[in-house]
Antibody, heavy 119, light 108 residues
């Protein structure tokens, strides 16, 4: 069974940092591209970052570029999101999601981890 | 950037009836369109990909249609567990990501 389990969320002050993790199991993690998607309270889905299987290609939405860094450790079956210089507008549930094998729809999602940026 | 527009924002339907949700792309996305279901407090779940292919384990009452710029998600006979928010997502041309703003399916 495919499982994605996020962790690392919490309450942080503006300007602070957090590192989110996503532990993958039930599939060959090293052969799938991965994504981070967030959802602000009461809002829709926002794709924010992507990483390919070899970490050679990454993508960031403009609003997080230069502040967030996506990475992965295939040996540990884990995906990460380092978030620096956090802002109030980064408050959201953060989901990791698996990219389908051939196309870029998101076929499995984790349960999410909550990030609250507030003083 | 491709903009996805879903309609209506909220749809009220009685259990057992049919629900039809729409998604329009600002330019063609071929058949590279997915639908996700999200229940309160839960993660999104993939329902449909390739505009019309049900994901594994998705009941046959869910069907998708369309290509190009116009897409429809139909739920043939609504069950209580189907009341949720539904998002469309084009993956034909990205980045950036393109999700619709969602349609909330309410019990009438």
């Amino acid at each position: 069974e495919v499982q994605l389990v996020e962790s690392g969320g919490g309450l942080v002050q503006p300007g602070g940092s957090l590192r989110l993790s996503c532990a993958a199991s039930g599939f060959s993690f090293s052969t799938y591209n991965m994504h981070w998607v967030r959802q602000a309270p009461g809002k829709g889905l926002e794709g924010i970052s992507y990483i390919n299987i070899r970490s050679s290609t990454t993508y960031y939405v403009d609003s997080v570029k230069g502040r967030f860094t996506i990475s992965r450790d295939n040996a540990k079956n884990s995906l990460y999101l380092q978030m620096n210089n956090l802002r109030a507008e980064d408050t959201a549930v953060y989901y990791c999601a698996r990219d389908s094998a051939r196309y870029s729809y998101l076929d499995y999602w984790g349960q999410g981890t909550v990030v609250i940026v507030s003083s | 950037e491709i903009v996805m527009t879903q309609s209506p924002a909220t749809l009220s339907v009685s259990p057992g009836e049919r629900a039809t949700l729409s998604c329009r792309a600002s330019q063609t996305v071929s058949s590279n369109l997915a639908w996700y279901q999200q229940k309160p407090g839960q993660a999104p779940r993939l329902l449909i990909y390739g505009a019309s292919t049900r994901a594994p384990g998705i009941p046959a009452r869910f069907s998708g249609s369309g290509s190009g710029t116009e897409f429809t998600l139909t739920i043939s006979s609504l069950q209580s567990e189907d009341f949720a928010v539904y998002y469309c997502h084009q993956y034909n041309n990205w980045p950036p990501y393109s999700f619709g703003q969602g349609t909330k399916l309410d019990i009438k």
